[in-house]
């Protein structure tokens, strides 16, 4: 019996950490994306309307977004995937470990380096993307640029939930704009410096100014 026991209570401490990842991986990395999002939203109030008009074409005012929706937002999933690759809210990857002698380009590691990606320096190289530290959306109208993107790694060890944050954080996005107008508190461009930390999100946190949509349906939700 105290086999047992001792056995439950590992199963019971490993099920509590593993879903304690899962869900602080999650929210922390998608609050983190949409802050940003919505940082360099505006910033560049053309890309903002642009999106909107996106929303009241496909979708309109008359009912909310859904997420059976989104593959016809494409410009909003283009923000996302820019807002990926500007800035990852985990700029280091997860280190991977060989576990034997390999090469990776020019490269040769040997079995039992651990290897880190710099996510944000790929994202950002001129070699790889043209004018890199600018925020345009529209480069991922070439469907091939998004296979350039890191921020959720690669191949076996890749963040499981992927998919899911993608769809989240472009039905969170779609939602704030389609319900909200949205302002800068002041005049003045909001700053874009970076925090610290293994999640990168900004410095200082985003303050900007909201109203609801007067059209009708939007409007008696809230």
């Not at 940003?36 to 909107?52: V, Y």
């Not at 800035?87 to 997860?94: K, R, S």
């Not at 461009?189 to 939007?218: H, N, Y």
């Amino acid at each position: 019996m105290e086999i047992v026991y001792f056995s439950f209570i590992i199963y019971k401490i490993f099920l509590f950490v593993a879903l304690q990842v899962m869900l602080l991986a999650g929210t922390d990395t998608s609050a983190v994306t949409l802050e940003w999002e919505m940082s360099n939203l505006l910033n560049q109030p053309e890309i903002l309307k642009k999106a909107k008009r996106e929303i009241d074409t496909h979708i309109g005012q008359n009912r909310l977004v859904d997420e059976v929706d989104i593959p016809k937002l494409p410009y909003i999933q283009n923000i996302v995937y820019e807002t990926h690759r500007l800035h990852p809210a985990v700029p280091m990857l997860a280190p991977h470990f060989s576990s034997e002698d390999c090469t990776i380009g020019e490269y040769n590691l040997p079995q039992n380096t651990i290897l880190l990606v710099n996510a944000w320096a790929i994202h950002r190289d001129p070699n790889l993307w043209s004018d890199p530290t600018h925020f345009k959306p529209e480069r991922f109208e070439n469907e091939n640029e998004a296979n350039k993107l890191l921020p959720f790694g690669l191949g076996r060890r890749a963040c499981p939930g992927s998919n899911l944050a993608q769809r989240t954080v472009s039905l969170t996005l779609a939602l704030l704009l389609q319900c909200f107008e949205w302002k800068r508190s002041t005049n003045e461009e909001i700053d874009l410096i970076e925090g610290k930390g293994i999640t990168v999100g900004r410095k200082f946190p985003l303050e900007a100014m909201c109203q609801v949509w007067q059209s009708s349906p939007i409007r008696d939700i809230f």
